[in-house]
């Protein structure tokens, strides 16, 4: 214990009282060592079932060992490369994603981090339509870079000066209120079928289904923000497969490293995508589109193409979400939301949530709270849990609820 | 070169063809063209060292653009190639909310190599969001509004990073951006002086300006900058990104002025050239760790991860060892004389010599030199990028590690495409003198258009002759 304890002291030292005190605060103190499928063991072999999903990357598991294997094995073969190359891993995994997302999306932008794919997306947007009005669904959060800040909900937003310029949000689920602000000045209008850190509120079909077509009479872009829903966590390969809409660029997130490696992809319609070879490499990443991460992510979407595993959440998602809901008034908790393996708990407040956080660990399980509704808690366990695993949550959950009752 | 004359099978033209196509179908098409124009196609194959090979064309080539600085410790370096697997083997990324050793170990590794009273760190993504990072940490800590930046500065491509860039070419299609900033040329303090305002959050600012064509500040320049910021209760950004981890002569290039910036932001070659990582080191002081500590969450990131760490802790323990910043000063110094004699030699094509350690930089006399030279260098088997945003420069940053002998190659290869320049170059210099021809020839379109169509009848002759493009 004390090599912990001195391990936290550093953390501290180095990265701040205040990092640490974080960490207290959603019992998340603890030596992240091994990790196996749905579960993380620490420096002391105890077992958690891991809620958190590296914030989405984790939807085929922690330390998944065929995309483990495929990192070592092609460590041999390439590396990084220099990044305005043509190389056969950056084609490959192009190539393979189009036929993956379908619906005319067959180009690629490769990048590190959601907020980045997003970045790009509004800026290939303003290029485009030579327009440059944002709009997006108002209460999410779209990641750390700046055009992603200036469109979310944040509580630390008017901290930092003044925010990109020409941006806004529309209210979700709100026709009227969308007709009123998509005009022909827009560039673009950014969704997410479900905002995971606003307790999972859902954009409804027939709203998304009127916004597209808002969209294309006024000429902005749909942009479709997938890097929290896709890939399975909803239950579906993609969110929006089931809502009839057609994006023009499509966001996907860090589960596409099947959790080995930091990539994620903008993608777009070979309309959108004819600005961009009008004025190639004006939007440059260096580590997006890394030869390396390319071809770990070529074996991910291998894996999910092979194992479907949004099979398996949409299953074990019904499943969980209606035990859940059977805790409602018995405990704590006020409502449960969400679809597929994407859930989110909802409380009183704050303190609340971060409560049920810290007493979800002492029975095994690691959560932590919504960014922007923060008096939840999500949960986005493996897509490949077992129904002993959802069994494990249930009972952990429902004793950590009693236990702040 | 370190990797075996032997090129493995090479790829058919056929392969390349197909290749090329599904590059411009599902990624970019003008980037092909570019490329191509630029002899800058070359699919890069076994990656050892200071080089690749084109599996195109057997050819090995040297790199000497690195990523733009990416590949300091080398290509695939087995010290840190092997980190990375035993990492892998038993660590995914980790969760981005909790701590393990070897983050903790890194960090820590970091912050003992990093200058003065930087004892603080925040893992960034990569270079772009670290500039993110350090952006907000300014205008939070300071609670001012506004940031000084330098014209040309490149600091990355997403939202408020793009802001910082001080280049149209990055900016033009994806304004307006972020209010609040001011850009001074580079290197004129007093211009930075006149810049300061109450309401002046930080000046950022590259110790070498790379991308912008490699523009090295002075340290009188940067000790200047440090004592306005002092005075007037300016932050001091320095974006190491490029100039990180020995590339300039010393293990950051904040160390020849001794100027203590801060913050810092660093990546690029922290990642060992593998491994996306970064991150932001900033001074111990009040104005700065109260801030942090009260906003523990600012800036999340997906930087700082298992296998990342590993790597990255792996890329300070080879630099620290091997002390590779000192290869860098010295190899740098022979580099740069010998580029000055060839300028000496070639003063119609080479205006300048610029750098500092292994970040070098030729600035040709025309911009449409850019794409011609670095079609010669390829053919010489030297890869250098000219850049968009410069094309009137060469870049040279080949991996720190080069030897001797290697280094002498290099010379001389870079001597033999000047010299087949030189054959080309009677009829662009005499339609360079036609003002509205050279506008014509400086233009990045027309450049691509025109070397394209150069490189097409070209390889078009050689199907026909069957000759192949195997030189050097």
């Not at chain 1, 990192?71 to 490959?92: H, W, Y």
């Not at chain 2, 070209?458 to 195997?470: N, P």
Request: proline residues 4%; hydrophobic residues 40%.
């Amino acid at each position: 214990m004390t090599s912990d304890t001195t391990l936290f002291e550093q953390y501290a030292r180095l990265f701040g009282p205040g990092h640490l005190a974080q960490l207290q605060s959603l019992g998340h103190d603890i030596i992240e060592a091994r990790r196996e499928g749905a579960w993380v063991f620490d420096s002391e072999g105890r077992q958690y079932l891991d809620c958190l999903g590296g914030e989405g990357s984790y939807n085929l598991g922690r330390h998944q060992p065929q995309v483990a294997g495929e990192l070592c094995r092609q460590l041999e073969e390439t590396d990084q490369g220099n990044f305005p190359m043509i190389s056969v891993e950056k084609a490959r995994l192009a190539q393979r994603l189009a036929a993956f997302a379908g619906n005319g999306l067959e180009c690629s932008i490769f990048g590190v981090m959601r907020g980045e794919t997003l970045d790009c997306a509004c800026k290939v947007a303003r290029g485009v339509t030579g327009r440059s009005r944002l709009l997006a669904f108002e209460g999410g959060w779209y990641g750390e870079t700046g055009f992603a800040m200036s469109l979310s909900r944040r509580r630390d937003a008017n901290l930092y000066g003044t925010m990109i310029p020409d941006t806004g949000t529309i209210p979700v689920n709100d026709i009227e209120a969308a007709r009123a602000a998509i005009d022909n000045t827009c560039a673009a209008v950014i969704v997410e079928l479900m905002q995971a850190e606003h307790h999972c509120r859902a954009a409804d079909p027939a709203y998304l289904k009127e916004l597209a077509d808002l969209c294309r009479e006024a000429g902005a872009l749909l942009i479709v923000d997938e890097t929290q829903t896709g890939f399975g966590r909803c239950g579906r390969k993609l969110a929006f497969e089931t809502a009839g809409i057609a994006p023009d660029m499509l966001l996907l997130g860090e589960a596409l490293g099947g959790g080995m490696f930091p990539i994620a992809v903008t993608m777009l319609t070979q309309r959108v995508n004819a600005f961009l070879n009008e004025h190639p490499m004006i939007h440059l990443s260096t580590f997006g589109g890394s030869d390396l991460g390319c071809t770990v992510a070529i074996k991910a979407l291998e894996l999910y193409e092979e194992l479907k595993p949004w099979e398996q959440a949409a299953h074990s998602g019904t499943m969980l979400k209606e035990e859940l809901e059977q805790l409602v008034s018995r405990t704590p908790l006020l409502s449960v939301s969400g679809e597929g393996l994407l859930l989110s708990l909802e409380f009183a407040d704050e303190d609340r949530a971060r409560e049920v956080c810290r007493a979800a660990r002492q029975h095994g399980i690691l959560a932590t709270v919504g960014r922007v509704r923060r008096n939840c808690v999500v949960l986005r366990p493996s897509l490949l849990i077992t129904a002993g695993d959802v069994e494990f949550l249930l009972t952990g959950l429902s004793s950590a609820l009693q236990d702040i009752a | 070169m370190e990797h075996a004359p032997t090129a493995p099978a090479p790829m058919s033209p056929e392969e390349k063809r197909r290749l090329e196509a599904t590059f411009m179908r599902h990624i970019n098409r003008g980037q092909v063209k570019y490329l191509k124009a630029g002899h800058l196609d070359v699919i890069e194959t076994d990656r050892r060292g200071t080089g690749f090979t084109d599996a195109a064309s057997g050819r090995a080539m040297y790199d000497c653009f690195s990523s733009a600085g990416s590949f300091n410790v080398g290509r695939h370096n087995e010290y840190i190639t092997n980190a990375l697997a035993n990492a892998a083997r038993r660590m995914d990324m980790g969760s981005p909310q909790l701590i393990s050793p070897v983050k903790i170990a890194f960090a820590q590794k970091l912050v003992d190599l990093a200058p003065g009273d930087m004892n603080r760190i925040l893992f960034a993504s990569g270079g772009g969001d670290a500039v993110e990072c350090a952006i907000k940490l300014a205008l939070g800590a300071t609670g001012k509004q506004r940031i000084i930046s330098t014209v040309k500065a490149y600091h990355g491509h997403t939202g408020f990073a793009l802001s910082a860039n001080g280049k149209e070419h990055y900016r033009g299609y994806c304004e307006p951006l972020m209010p609040g900033f001011d850009f001074v040329p580079f290197g004129d303090l007093e211009a930075m002086q006149q810049a300061a305002a109450d309401d002046t959050a930080a000046i950022i600012i590259e110790p070498v300006q790379g991308e912008a064509g490699i523009f090295t500040g002075s340290p009188e320049y940067l000790k200047g900058l440090r004592e306005l910021c002092d005075q007037r209760g300016m932050l001091l950004i320095f974006d190491e990104i490029q100039t990180g981890f020995g590339r300039t002569g010393r293990m950051f290039a904040c160390e020849h002025s001794g100027v203590v910036p801060d913050i810092m932001t660093l990546a690029k070659s922290i990642g060992g050239g593998l491994y996306p990582n970064a991150a932001v080191l900033y001074r111990d002081i009040p104005l700065l760790t109260d801030f942090v500590d009260a906003h523990a969450d600012f800036h999340t990131s997906f930087g700082g991860s298992d296998p990342g760490c590993a790597t990255s802790l792996a890329v300070l323990e080879y630099i620290t060892e091997h002390r590779l910043w000192e290869n860098a000063e010295t190899k740098g110094a022979q580099l740069k004389t010998a580029l000055e004699e060839l300028m000496a030699r070639n003063p119609r094509i080479i205006k300048e010599v610029r750098g500092i350690g292994l970040m070098v930089g030729i600035e040709y006399i025309h911009e449409f030199m850019g794409p011609m030279m670095a079609d010669a260098l390829a053919k010489h088997g030297i890869f250098a990028a000219y850049s968009g945003n410069a094309p009137q420069v060469m870049r040279f940053m080949i991996p720190i590690t080069v030897n001797e002998e290697e280094l002498k190659d290099i010379i001389g290869r870079i001597e033999a495409a000047v010299q087949d320049m030189k054959t080309l170059l009677p009829l662009a210099l005499l339609a360079a003198r036609v003002p509205f021809l050279l506008r014509l020839l400086n233009s990045e379109k027309v450049q691509t258009f025109l070397f394209g169509l150069f490189r097409s009848v070209e390889d078009f002759i050689s199907r026909i002759f069957g000759t192949g493009r195997k030189t050097s």
